[in-house]
């Protein structure tokens, strides 16, 4: 019987890891399809002169690569994106964790600020696209409109038109596009605080602020750092709003890498270089990710 032991033990194990295989085999086949395969073609094709349309591939190497590092205006898609990036991480999740707490404000009629806050998730982002547009229009909107009203009409501008708020014009809209959806994690990052450690803190004197800073703060920080993550992939590939509002103008003021590579891919044609525009997109947003993930990790290290 003892024998048999190592046996009986090796053939559980090996019914346990088929058991795995049929349940987390379909996900990591669809994973490898849609996702692992994609980023290892598009390298692949970032090393070809390729049109996209035609059959025949030229082999060029690492050229378009050069090329993107002499390419002035892949460039400023770059210093764009990092706005964009910048902007996003300091407001989005400032905002939605202000909004998250607001919420467990004792005031009336926090079910209807909830639908309010909660709002801009349920358009589609083309829907914000013209309903910004129209709100920026130079001659019927309302922003220059209400600036004519409170009697700064010096502040008026085509803010779409002009290369100097473009860019700012359309970050703001990013912004208020997606603050609800970070109040939505950070909410339920909160309600998930046990109520037995703050009742605990009030019964020691804890104030509301020092109960935030000391409490809730460090408790919820796994997600801040997801939404962190989160909000810098999302703005390092965003395109549908910008390209919608603006397609990456006046004068590439707002051209980001994701609508730079839609034209090269599908304007101009050449597919070869979109994809080293697109996998270079890649390694960007893995490497920053990689870098919070790390500061993170290091920094719960020395905490503990």
């Not at 700012?168 to 605080?193: D, E, H, K, S």
């Not at 037995?196 to 408790?219: Q, V, Y």
């Amino acid at each position: 019987m003892t024998s048999d032991a190592p046996n009986i033990r090796s053939r559980n194990k090996w019914n346990k890891g088929l058991f795995l295989l049929c349940f987390l085999g379909p996900a990591l086949l669809i994973y490898g399809v849609y996702t692992v395969y994609p980023i290892f073609a598009t390298f692949y094709y970032s090393l070809f002169d390729w049109t996209g349309i035609e059959s025949a591939k030229t082999f060029i190497g690492f050229d378009n690569y050069a090329r993107l590092l002499g390419d002035s205006v892949f460039h400023r898609t770059l210093s764009n994106n990092l706005i964009l990036v910048v902007a996003s991480v300091l407001t989005q999740i400032p905002l939605g964790l202000a909004l998250a707490l607001l919420l467990y404000a004792p005031i009336k009629g926090v079910r209807l600020y909830r639908t309010v806050y909660f709002l801009p998730l349920l358009m589609s982002t083309v829907a914000i696209a013209i309903l910004w547009t129209f709100i920026y229009d130079p001659t019927i909107g309302i922003l220059n409109n209400l600036l004519a009203d409170i009697g700064l009409d010096s502040w008026q501008r085509s803010w779409l038109g002009e290369p100097d708020t473009a860019l700012g014009a359309v970050v703001a809209t990013i912004c208020w596009q997606y603050t609800p959806f970070y109040m939505i994690l950070l909410r339920a990052a909160i309600a998930g605080i046990p109520d037995e450690i703050m009742e605990a803190a009030r019964i020691d004197g804890c104030t509301s602020w020092k109960s935030f800073t000391r409490i809730t703060l460090p408790l919820i920080m796994p997600t801040i750092v997801t939404s962190c993550v989160l909000s810098v992939i999302g703005s390092l590939k965003y395109f549908d709003l910008i390209y919608v509002m603006t397609e990456g103008g006046p004068d590439s003021s707002t051209e980001l890498m994701a609508t730079y590579m839609y034209k090269q891919a599908f304007s101009k044609f050449s597919m070869g270089y979109a994809s080293a525009v697109s996998f270079s997109m890649f390694v960007i947003a893995f490497l920053v990710a990689l870098a919070i993930l790390s500061f993170d990790r290091s920094r719960s290290r020395g905490g503990a």
